[in-house]
């Protein structure tokens, strides 16, 4: 009779992104994902090649988490860009190794930054559309204009150099939509 497995696809996954989350996607290792999961590494191995196809799962668990996160985040404000703005910013201030793993890691399993921000939900389509019935005549444009400075932002409090509030942060944002309309 064949010993029935007790560590799952879900139990490993579960464990990687909260190393992952903790302690950034750099120390997830099959030792240490294994002690985490609360097994040996032959449970990992036997659902996995190799790491990287783990490492791959776990990517697309984040990029989930991530999509979860913009849709949950409060949408309040009239200008385009605004809001997914300050997910994206607040997100980089709350989940520093998570967004390093989706954001600014050059390993992103063939998928490009616009594609992880659009997300599932079409996030930046959406608000595109929502500059275009504004009036702006070149959506496109003005997103390229926003993401640089949205990025940037993000990428300054990952490294503890950005120290604006919610407030603040959200008054500079729709200063610069107004800037680049």
């Known amino acids: 009779m064949a010993r029935k497995e007790s560590i799952t696809i879900e139990d490993i ?16 290792t099959a030792r240490k994902l ?5 097994c040996s590494t032959q449970p990992i191995f036997r659902i ?32 385009a860009f605004v809001d997914l703005g300050m997910a994206y910013i607040q997100f980089a201030v709350q989940e520093k ?5 989706l954001f600014l890691s050059e390993k992103r399993y063939g998928k490009s930054l616009y594609e992880l921000l659009n997300g599932k939900s ?6 595109i559309a929502r500059a ?3 009036g702006c005549s070149d959506p496109g444009e003005l997103f ?16 503890g150099d950005y120290d604006l509030n919610e407030v603040q ?9 107004r800037a680049f309309v």
């Not at 942060?169 to 939509?177: A, D, H, V």
Request: glycine fraction near 4%; charged fraction near 30%; proline fraction near 1%.
């Open 132 to 134: 275009k019935s504004a």
């Open 122 to 127: 079409g996030a930046v389509k959406q608000e």
């Open 169 to 177: 942060t959200r008054e500079l944002l729709e200063e610069c939509y």
């Open 97 to 101: 190794n998570l967004f390093r793993l």
């Open 48 to 79: 996995y090649k190799n790491m990287d196809e783990m490492t791959r799962d776990l990517f697309e668990k984040v990029i989930n988490y991530f999509d979860e996160y913009y849709e949950t985040y409060p949408k309040k404000d009239i200008f």
């Open 144 to 159: 390229m204009k926003m993401w640089i400075f949205i990025h940037g932002a993000a990428s300054m409090a990952i490294t």
């Open 34 to 38: 294994a002690a985490k999961a609360g």
């Open 13 to 28: 996954l579960r464990a990687a992104f909260e190393m992952a989350r903790e302690e950034g996607i750099e120390n997830v």
